[in-house]
């Protein structure tokens, strides 16, 4: 096989990953940040679901609180939250 193919088969799997990469984290609100719930409160929040031992906590740029821990029965989980009301948007639990 010659060069050009091995450049264009490298090219197509980088745009496919760079287009699974942007889907990665969920819409969660388009509202200004003035209206989110303060970092404090959204922690107290996910406490009060359960989730432990959070080792990430943090803002996506698709306007999502994202965190990493576990949840009430110990498994890892991945969850992202609407900062708005705190809703659970999406997650992921192993």
Known sequence: MN???YVLTA???GLSFAASAAYASPRCTKEPK???LPEAAMRQKVADMGYKDIKIFK???TGCY???GRTADGHKAE???NPVNGAVVEKNVD
């Open 34 to 36: 003035s209206k989110w």
């Open 79 to 81: 969850v992202y939250f």
């Open 3 to 5: 060069r050009k193919y």
């Open 11 to 13: 090219a197509v799997l």
């Open 59 to 61: 803002t996506t740029s």
């Open 66 to 68: 994202e965190i990493y």
